[in-house]
């Protein structure tokens, strides 16, 4: 065996083991949450449990599911997830559409207003002051509106659709389709993963909002996920469930701490794997060609 064949063999199996031991320090702390979430009481409260409960208690996840409080959460997250990710990619792509038009004149003047905003920001009490002055307090709109687009999205996604060929939009002008039905039936097709990735993007974005939350929503009926989760662990308010748990013995708050974590994660857990394989796709959009 040549030296550089023993040397790729010796590179690639330390990454194989570089990579195993990361892999095993992500997963390990999940699968102990999962754990702990479905451990009876006397188990946890031991500290012997690790990676496998002896006994499976699902008195925890009864509980949380008999009040009211995570599924008016749930739903606001859902709500802010599924809208406002329709808002991101309606925003992006139409921003990111008419500046990669070539025969559009105020393209520059767009983008530099967009590089700009990349460079400069208000800040947050701006921001709060702009929410606040609008109305949108103590609305779910609140966490949609002010970030309906992302600067670099829209810069990157730009790069995308101009890499479309040229020939193939004036077919289309020449066929007597305007620029709207240019957008939806030959440049949108075109983009399938870029789409796909960036809907993946903003969507978990959606999902993990929370200091926004934090900013605009004083009700609690309003809370999402996020901000149920950090009521429950951070703050320690494992009893928060308890205003609707028809008077249950409330469990052990550790247990219910855990399962509101896993049952926060599970969601975007499932729908990751299905889109991993735009994640290839997504690293070199608007990358140069050789």
Same mark, same amino acid.
């Given at each position: 065996m040549s030296q550089s064949k023993r040397f790729d063999l010796f590179f690639n199996g330390f990454n194989y083991v570089v990579l195993g031991i990361i892999s095993m320090m992500t997963l390990l702390p999940f699968l102990n949450v999962i754990a702990q979430s479905l451990a009876s009481t006397k188990e946890v409260v031991s500290g012997k449990l690790m990676l496998w409960p002896d006994t499976f208690d699902f008195s925890s996840y009864r509980y949380i599911f008999n009040t009211g409080v995570f599924f008016s959460s749930l739903r606001n997250t859902v709500w802010i997830t599924v809208v406002g990710t329709t808002v991101n990619m309606a925003v992006t792509s139409l921003t990111a559409y008419v500046c990669s038009r070539r025969g559009f004149s105020g393209r520059k003047g767009i983008l530099?207003?967009?590089?700009?905003?990349?460079?400069?920001? +208000? +800040?947050?009490?701006?921001?709060?002051? =702009? =929410?606040k002055g609008t109305g949108l307090m103590n609305s779910l709109w609140a966490l949609v509106i002010p970030s309906a687009a992302s600067a670099f999205n829209i810069l990157v996604m730009r790069e995308f659709f101009e890499s479309i060929h040229e020939s193939i939009i004036e077919s289309a002008t020449i066929d007597g389709c305007n620029d709207f039905g240019i957008f939806v039936r030959i440049v949108l097709p075109l983009s399938l993963p870029a789409l796909a990735t960036f809907t993946l993007f903003y969507a978990v974005g959606n999902w993990n909002q929370y200091f926004s939350a934090i900013l605009y929503l004083n009700k609690s009926s309003l809370w999402p996920l996020q901000i149920l989760l950090r009521q429950v662990v951070l703050v320690g308010q494992a009893d928060i469930y308890s205003a609707m748990a028809n008077d249950e013995v409330l469990p052990q708050p550790v247990t219910i701490q855990m399962a509101t974590v896993v049952l926060a994660s599970l969601p975007i857990v499932i729908v990751y794997p299905f889109l991993q394989k735009y994640f290839v796709k997504g690293l070199t959009l608007g990358s140069v060609k050789g």
């Amino acid at each position: 065996m040549s030296q550089s064949k023993r040397f790729d063999l010796f590179f690639n199996g330390f990454n194989y083991v570089v990579l195993g031991i990361i892999s095993m320090m992500t997963l390990l702390p999940f699968l102990n949450v999962i754990a702990q979430s479905l451990a009876s009481t006397k188990e946890v409260v031991s500290g012997k449990l690790m990676l496998w409960p002896d006994t499976f208690d699902f008195s925890s996840y009864r509980y949380i599911f008999n009040t009211g409080v995570f599924f008016s959460s749930l739903r606001n997250t859902v709500w802010i997830t599924v809208v406002g990710t329709t808002v991101n990619m309606a925003v992006t792509s139409l921003t990111a559409y008419v500046c990669s038009r070539r025969g559009f004149s105020g393209r520059k003047g767009i983008l530099l207003m967009i590089l700009f905003t990349m460079l400069f920001s +208000g +800040g947050m009490i701006p921001t709060f002051l =702009v =929410v606040k002055g609008t109305g949108l307090m103590n609305s779910l709109w609140a966490l949609v509106i002010p970030s309906a687009a992302s600067a670099f999205n829209i810069l990157v996604m730009r790069e995308f659709f101009e890499s479309i060929h040229e020939s193939i939009i004036e077919s289309a002008t020449i066929d007597g389709c305007n620029d709207f039905g240019i957008f939806v039936r030959i440049v949108l097709p075109l983009s399938l993963p870029a789409l796909a990735t960036f809907t993946l993007f903003y969507a978990v974005g959606n999902w993990n909002q929370y200091f926004s939350a934090i900013l605009y929503l004083n009700k609690s009926s309003l809370w999402p996920l996020q901000i149920l989760l950090r009521q429950v662990v951070l703050v320690g308010q494992a009893d928060i469930y308890s205003a609707m748990a028809n008077d249950e013995v409330l469990p052990q708050p550790v247990t219910i701490q855990m399962a509101t974590v896993v049952l926060a994660s599970l969601p975007i857990v499932i729908v990751y794997p299905f889109l991993q394989k735009y994640f290839v796709k997504g690293l070199t959009l608007g990358s140069v060609k050789g």
